[in-house]
């Protein structure tokens, strides 16, 4: 027999609550022919029940008190949007221990967190649905576990951070410093008062745990991940690398090489020809290839409201699908999924990636000043594959802009350093790792 | 208790046959961790079973005999990858009946016969996958199935013929005329020795019908798909087009307007600032519009062994999660789905669609032209965005391009049919259908 009800508490009534409440009412009726299933939205619960959210709400279902849907015996899925690690992860606990199926977009609490919340959900036997936490309305997460099943991983590159994908639009198209750049995003409640999360490369960074995580099934290891944001870039550098046939991205990057895993988060070069050079401004994209499929790309809104309740609202319907089925014949049982299917495995430290590089050098306006840079260079095996030096400055400093061939990120610090050191470099060395073939 | 062995009998081992049983042995193990479930290549059965397909498959598993496939009660999943109608719509049928799984990649049979099949698989309580059928390895069935399933679906452009992307590009990159960029396509093995499925937009159309009766719960309607071929589009149109700031495409369109489905395919100017008019060579893109998650894209190859495999073995996996799961109860039972879920709907014939347009007039080199053909335009209240003429030809024709607003089809047939009447106009009017915003 079918149990063709599945009753839904929300806890968090901010922007993509209140998006996905919407779409559980707006879109009842669609969801319902598509799967046989009536989800019903029975609580949502909100320090502010006051606040005009502008969408009509059943009357009744509103509540300060988290505890009481986590504790509602009817309640088959509590949707956690709150964000944050506090008092969110205990919200999430307590649900999982009432067997409660859970449903997050929380990046932050899932890539610090996440081990052990996957842990109690097992035990528990109970489901976690995550597909809003990467990417927004992008259902990469479903790409990953499910649509490439049959790939073995070997790389994901992805815009995920809408607001420094929109700076560096920005930046790009309009010839604008990054300053100017963030508090026109800051305008546009594209970026918050305090940006650090995204323009620091750490809300990138969260969720390119998670995504390391199923293409690789290693546990979240958030810690692991290298971290660089975009504050540095300057209008410059951007028209340096539009010069050389890139743009500048902040790329999140996953790979396997040499059976380690590279988890980083920083300002990438990427060719004009790739696809993912042209995901411009607020939107994000996830590149995969895989060692089947080849290369992919899965491009979106990757926040909001409603693109962010998309994916909310198809992890409910995957999960009520499954308790559907259940309930069929009363029992529960754990999901094999693709999570965590490593025993043994090696995360990549910076310093032993290898990479091209670009690099812009603060030399003083004086003869042989690139002969030592380039002697340097070349001291540390870094090759050179083009330089752009132009502008005089009577005895002030001029950009030497240099990209080379394939290094190894080691030598790259260690050349940087000793360069920095020169007396004809005035400032620090600001470089970029640069994507796309050797050339 | 969990069955943990789900046994393959794949029917075809040319290309995709091939990727599939390759994938199926090579990356078993990473499949098995991630999902728990043991998949056995069973059984293979093709006509000729000599052949090298430089792939090692375990010895006694080959056979020329379908049936012997279809009947084995131990195989739990049959894929069919023969293509074509006959014998591939029988072996399917017969499977089905004896209570398998199909998987298939063949979507002429689904888009002309996929009702009958459905019908045929809900009656006997089994599963048919047909990932691969559309976009190779993009895994855009399970996208619109389950990562969209809370939205309305606004509009879905594809495209998703790789052949005709690739003729295209070419003409476009190397301003070739379409006879030549042919030729190259089949150099390649882009294109078969009879080009006609894919030049003349019918498997696009065939793809198309798929991905609207997703969309939009309708039956499998190929019938209804309005269809135009790339052959009429020369080096020139490609060139005016690039001046206007467009590029030409063959787009596969479905979407709602005025409560009926649109479904046609047919070369598409789409403005460069779209991503999906950056989609080159043998690649495959499906741009999906919903109306919670927006703008979505969705990109790779869409065909290919190893790509194509990818999608077939995805399904194969996901039949197996739920054989799994009955497994433990003995029990079988239908799966609702997004198929069909309209109960009424109507079919938007070609003629009552809206567009805008670029038309190519031969016009005779000789005052007044532009105003009698102006002049007709206008009577059907067509208005003109652009238009370019150049080049003088004494006594001769010349190529006289306009760029319309949005107009009805049926006015612009009927407007051609006049303006082909006059004496001032030598060769047949060649128009192009125009997407992006009104400008």
Chains 1, 2 share one sequence.
């Not at 009536?38 to 502008?54: C, E, H, P, Q, Y």
């Not at 932050?108 to 489901?127: P, R, S």
Request: hydrophobic fraction near 40%; charged fraction near 25%.
């Amino acid at each position: 027999m079918n149990r063709s009800v599945i009753s839904i508490g929300i806890i968090g009534f901010g922007t993509v609550g209140t998006g996905t409440a919407r779409l559980l009412l707006q879109n009842s009726n669609l969801i319902k022919k598509r799967t046989g299933i009536d989800f019903v939205l029975k609580k949502i619960a909100d320090l502010d029940i006051k606040k005009d959210r502008g969408i009509k709400i059943p009357e009744g279902i509103l509540t300060t008190d988290a505890a009481e849907l986590i504790n509602d015996p009817d309640i088959d899925i509590v949707v956690e949007l709150i964000g944050g690690i506090h008092p969110a992860k205990d919200f999430i606990l307590q649900a999982i221990r009432n067997k409660k199926h859970v449903v997050t977009a929380n990046k932050a609490l899932l890539a610090t967190k996440g081990n052990e919340i996957f842990e109690e959900a097992d035990k528990n036997g109970v489901e976690i649905g995550f597909e809003a936490s990467v990417a927004g309305g992008i259902p990469i997460i479903k790409v990953l576990r499910e649509g490439l099943v049959a790939n073995n991983i070997i790389a994901v590159y992805g815009i995920i951070n809408g607001t420094s994908n929109y700076i560096l639009t920005k930046m790009t198209d309009e010839k604008v410093e990054f300053a100017d750049a963030l508090k026109e995003a800051q305008r546009l409640g594209y970026a918050e008062a305090d940006p650090t999360f995204d323009i620091e490369g750490i809300d990138s960074a969260h969720k390119l745990t998670i995504l390391s995580s199923l293409s690789y099934g290693i546990p979240l290891m958030y810690d692991e991940v290298y971290k660089e944001g975009i504050t540095k870039i300057t209008s410059q550098d951007i028209e340096f690398a539009s010069e050389l046939g890139y743009k500048i991205k902040l790329l999140a990057i996953t790979k396997l090489s040499d059976g380690g895993v590279e988890m980083r988060v920083h300002p990438t070069m990427v060719p004009n020809e790739y696809l993912i050079s042209k995901v411009d401004g607020v939107f994000n994209a996830v590149y995969v290839e895989g060692d089947a499929v080849g290369a992919t790309m899965y491009y979106g809104r990757g926040a909001g409201d409603m693109p962010t309740g998309s994916a909310v609202v198809a992890d409910i319907v995957d999960i009520g699908k499954k308790i559907d089925k259940r309930q069929e014949t009363e029992g529960r049982r754990q999901t094999a999924d693709n999570r965590q299917h490593r025993t043994e495995f090696k995360i990549k430290k910076i310093e032993d990636i290898e990479s091209m590089y670009y690099f812009r050098f603060s030399a003083l306006d004086q003869p042989g000043v690139l002969s030592k840079i380039s002697g340097i260079l070349g001291n540390y095996n870094i090759s050179i594959a083009s330089v752009i030096q132009k502008g005089r400055r009577i005895g002030g400093s001029v950009p030497l802009v240099v990209l080379t061939h394939m290094a190894k990120e080691r030598d790259v610090l260690n050349a940087v350093k000793e360069i920095d050191n020169l007396t004809v470099v005035s400032d620090k060395t600001l470089f970029i790792r640069v994507e796309g073939k050797e050339g």
